[in-house]
């Protein structure tokens, strides 16, 4: 679904995207407070949602949700307050979330799945599901089946020779 897609990705929807991150040291509340009023980048002002998770002896986890996704945004904000990450996962994009999977795991999203993820993500971009036309599926049944598109044409080269144009003379 190429519109979804285009809904998901593009930033002027400001579709919320969700990290969890491990930060270097300890993030106070003035630096999260920082992180959440904005930071300046070299290509525009970020900022994002802070939510503290815990705070280990290696540096802090927190949850960040932002609504935009330039490269490398989470790490280049976290360095620009002199936290460097450690580690970096996008835990949701919009309504859709990792829930249980893990690293590099796939899997499809089923019908009633993509209806709802479809219909909240119209909702929040201010449209109405009749905006966009839903993905049309074709089904054939086994009785009108057709040969594969390459037979076809196999089949109309050989009923019509292909004619021979001759070069023009230089």
Sequence with gaps: DGELAELLLHPRHRIARTYRVHVKGRLSNSVASKLERGVSLEDGTAKGWVRFVEDTEEGTWFDITIYEGRNRIIRRMCDAVNHPVLSLVRMAHGPLTLKSMRPGEL????????????????????LEPADIPRPRTVTRSPAKSRAPRSAQLMRRRIAKPLKHRKSPRP
């Design 107 to 126: 899997r499809r999203l089923s019908l009633a799945e993509y209806q709802q993820v479809r219909h909240q993500i119209l909702r929040e971009c201010g």
